[in-house]
């Protein structure tokens, strides 16, 4: 009897299977794209359990840079960045992959980039992917439609260059980076991804939430004993202390979290203290100026989008006779949480990847470091800091070799989006192809950037491919060619501040060091580390053995 309740559970699952899997293919088959089948994809559970397994089993295959195994392909998270265009060059630039579970629609095509990029309210965010940021309210990354008109609003100022953030940007970065700079002087990083992830945490900290601290202190946190509250100023403990506990805080509820992670619920309840209590303190002092017109010359994050959302007024709410809307603390706390963890790590990352380019490429590194010294002596000239907005100028190669890096290796390998019901697109070949309700959108960045199609010679790393196009940003220039911070409406909006890290860094970083690789490392294997493989991580991040070291200029 037991044998026959296996058997008839086994023929149900599989028969299932089957029909979804058919009745899958006959929406692929109707779009006139070409498909694939695949066992799963890349979003189902078993997907998330085989990805670290499957990148163990063929890390040598990977390293030869043969990319991954047809049958495995898209069940593997991040699979793009090995794959290096392979599936493209074989189905085409649009091609949808097909499981029983449902269907992806993957896009190197620049049109169809633009098209789903532009059209925010017909292609929506998964909401599996993205409502797990809503650990501390709703914010820009989450919201949809009329909602996101509202955060967007009224967060957009913050990022707004007349806020002054920009100069706060550089002004701490370059702080950051010259006591790092006299660490490293003294003995070659051993852990660099985890310096760099703290300089840009302290950066985020200061022009973000306006509390200063030092990179070394939160690169060290929790290696010392006692009690942390003696030593630590609240919001940096507080901060630390969801980022060790992340992956728990966005997975679990709350009242799960003190059940069996108290730690991470302790974290978590500091962390909405902490945003409570800047939020109160902002408001006040805000209010106490006496109105919206009392704003400083630079203003961090928090005080700009509290700011705003205690004086911009809803006027299509204000129209309809609706309620006045603006945001409320939790939607505050949403977005000071997002604006946090949405470009610490990839702009670490970008930093990173720079890093061990120059040391890999000492021709393009010999001209950053003549443009960094053409800044360095204008500004001791004129006795003005240096500023990435107004040395223009001195400026084009540096921004060169940094759009260069955000194209080779982008922060984000995906532009995630969905449809909801059954939407027509353009592709480049001014066809229109209609894709079925349900079906998922994947903008495939790293397809996209590298794409023969779009650009010579697409994986040479060539910084003077930017200088016809390096005047203007080339988020405008090149739609849906560049979409590393997406496109459209929901493009980052934190991309300026990236930017500013980015050649902030840099600028005083080569001031006095040339970067070479770290000791023992063999340049070719690097290399091929480098632009073949990756960490695995939910961010595009160097493997962890790479390191570099600082050798003084003479």
Not at 145 to 154: A, D, E, K, T
Not at 219 to 235: E, L, M, V, Y
Not at 287 to 306: D, H, M, Y
Not at 386 to 412: C, H, T, W
């Amino acid at each position: 009897m037991f044998s026959f309740i296996v058997c008839t559970l086994f023929l149900v699952f599989w028969t299932r299977k089957l029909v979804l899997v058919l009745k899958n293919v006959a929406a692929a088959r109707a779009t006139g794209l070409p498909y694939i089948i695949t066992p799963a994809l890349e979003t189902e559970i078993i997907g998330h359990m085989m990805t670290p397994l499957l990148r163990k089993y063929y890390h040598r295959r990977l390293l030869q840079g043969r990319g991954w195994p047809r049958w495995c392909r898209f069940i593997v998270r991040e699979w793009s960045w090995e794959d290096r265009g392979r599936s493209h060059a074989e189905l085409g630039d649009v091609f949808i992959a097909v499981s029983p579970e449902g269907l992806i629609c993957y896009s190197t095509d620049a049109i169809l980039n633009a098209d789903v990029t532009s059209r925010r309210l017909e292609f929506v965010k998964p909401p599996d992917k993205y409502k797990i940021l809503e650990s501390f309210g709703p914010n820009l990354a989450t919201v949809e439609g009329r909602s996101f008109r509202i955060h967007s609003r009224i967060t957009a100022p913050a990022f707004n260059t007349r806020s002054g953030v920009d100069a706060i940007v550089w002004d701490e970065t370059a702080r950051q980076t010259r006591s790092l700079m006299t660490t490293w002087s003294r003995a070659a990083p051993t852990a660099l991804h985890s310096d760099i992830t703290a300089l840009s945490l302290a950066t985020f900290l200061c022009a973000g939430y306006g509390r200063t601290t030092e990179w070394a202190i939160l690169r060290d946190f929790g290696k010392t004993s006692g009690d942390a509250k003696n030593h630590w100023p609240g919001i940096h403990e507080a901060v630390m202390g969801v980022l060790t506990n992340m992956v728990s805080i966005l997975l679990l509820p709350e009242w799960i979290l003190r059940l069996t992670v108290p730690q991470a619920a302790t974290a978590y309840g500091n962390l909405k203290a902490q945003f409570t209590s800047m939020i109160n303190e902002e408001r006040a002092h805000i209010i106490a100026q006496k109105g919206p017109n009392s704003r400083s010359e630079t203003e961090c994050l928090l005080t700009s989008v509290v700011r705003s959302s205690l004086f911009a007024k809803d006027e299509e709410g204000i129209a309809t006779g609706e309620k006045d809307r603006t945001l409320s603390d939790k939607e505050i706390m949403g977005n000071l949480f997002i604006f946090l963890i949405g470009g610490i790590e990839t702009t670490a990352n970008s930093i990173l990847y720079g890093m061990i380019a120059l040391a890999l490429y000492d021709d393009i590194q010999e001209r950053v470091i003549q443009s960094v010294d053409l800044l360095h002596k204008s500004s001791s000239i004129t006795g003005q800091p240096i500023r990435y907005s107004e040395d223009v100028e001195g400026m084009k190669y540096i921004n060169a070799f940094m759009y260069e890096i955000l194209r080779v290796f982008p922060g984000v390998l995906w532009i995630t989006k969905m449809i909801q019901t059954p939407t027509a697109v353009s592709l480049s070949d001014s066809k229109m192809v209609k894709l079925p309700a349900n079906c998922r959108i994947y903008l495939n960045v790293t397809g996209t950037q590298r794409s023969p199609r779009y650009w010579a010679e697409p994986n040479r790393f060539n910084p003077d491919r930017w200088r016809d196009t390096i005047d203007r940003d080339p988020l405008r220039r090149l739609t849906g060619k560049f979409i590393g911070f997406s496109d459209g409406a929901r493009a980052c909006p934190g991309r300026i501040f990236a930017y500013h890290e980015f050649v902030a860094f840099f600028v005083t970083l080569l001031r006095d060091y040339r970067i070479t690789l770290g000791d023992g490392l063999d340049r070719d294997i690097v290399e091929k580390d480098v632009f073949w493989r990756h960490a695995g991580k939910l961010t595009l991040s160097p493997l962890p053995h790479i390191s570099v070291r600082l050798a003084k200029r003479i």
